[in-house]
């Protein structure tokens, strides 16, 4: 084991030796094990946003077993999806990555203005399936928070009684906040936050602008001179507020974009701080090899082989 992931490792001091084991597992796997950096693919888009929207540009991702070989393919440290994809594959390629049981997911054919996933599998799903962790999304600022904080505080506790880590996607929306306010620095900022007092060991937030939503807020990082101009400045408040930087902290790739952009983001999260990236459109939507060139690129990127 490297010196960094010992570290990272010694954040978590309330964990069983089965939940540091499966952080470990996480954090050693695949092209960049051992950097303390990670790149996830997640494949939880044809519940989230329809097959279509997701699969149509490259039609080989309707078939799950393209995504796992993929993610495997391209030395990434983890697959996440939802149990019916896992459970579609996972016999072929047992052992083969670390897997990530995403247990809530939601669906665009109903969209309120305060959204809350459904509970879609378990932690005893995941435990037969052979899985290292589960996902799980929170909206904060969603009237239905409170739900879902007990939802998530319960299947957290589960998955740490059984070794698994627990993989939080922090996701800020609802009535009072505006459409820019979900990306704002001190939103995200505050959701990862939120995350790390649940009990996540593995936050996922998006990339934050440098608009500040609250008033309140606006006051504090104003008076206090807390950078915002610089993307790499807003990561790294962000892993800040996770604790000081002691909570994993990776930051989603989001809606379909030039390989360019992507890797101008890219090296502003390493720049910043962030632990890596959880990668699923910007990814699957390309050709294979394309797809496979462009996570080398990005792991490259946060392990300072490339610049």
């Not at 959204?115 to 996902?135: E, F, K, M, N, Y």
């Not at 606006?218 to 000081?244: N, W």
């Not at 902290?249 to 502003?268: P, Q, W």
Request: one cysteine or more; charged letters at 20%.
């Amino acid at each position: 084991m490297t010196p960094r992931v010992r570290e990272i490792l010694s954040w978590y001091g309330s964990d069983s030796p089965g939940t540091l084991s499966n952080i470990a597992r996480l954090l050693n796997h695949g092209r960049i094990g051992g950097s303390g950096k990670m790149v996830i693919l997640p494949v939880d888009q044809g519940f989230e946003h329809g097959p279509a929207r997701s699969f149509a540009k490259n039609p080989d991702g309707y078939d799950p077993a393209y995504h796992i070989q993929l993610a495997i393919e391209s030395g990434c440290n983890a697959y996440a999806a939802p149990l019916g994809a896992i459970e579609a594959c996972v016999r072929d390629f047992a052992g083969e990555i670390p897997l990530i049981l995403k247990i809530n997911n939601s669906d665009v054919l109903y969209s309120p203005k305060s959204p809350a996933s459904a509970l879609t599998s378990s932690v005893d799903d995941a435990l037969r399936l052979g899985c290292a962790a589960i996902g799980f999304t929170i909206y904060p600022g969603s009237n239905q928070r409170k739900e879902m904080y007990e939802e998530i505080s319960f299947a957290a506790s589960q998955a740490k009684k059984a070794g698994l880590v627990v993989v939080m996607w922090s996701y800020p929306r609802g009535e009072q906040l505006s459409k820019e306010g979900e990306t704002a620095m001190d939103v995200v900022a505050y959701a990862a936050h939120i995350a790390a007092q649940l009990g996540a060991h593995v936050i996922k937030v998006k990339p934050p602008t440098a608009a500040l939503e609250q008033e309140a807020a606006r006051k504090i990082y104003e008076s206090q001179g807390i950078k915002v101009t610089q993307l790499s400045d807003r990561i790294r408040h962000v892993v800040q507020s996770s604790f000081a930087g002691k909570r994993i902290v990776i930051f989603s790739g989001g809606e379909a974009k030039a390989t360019e952009d992507i890797l101008k983001e890219v090296r502003e999260l390493a720049l910043g701080g962030g632990f890596g990236s959880i990668m699923g459109r910007n990814a699957f939507q390309r050709p294979k090899k394309e797809a496979i060139q462009l996570l080398h690129q990005v792991q490259d990127l946060f392990t300072g082989q490339a610049r």
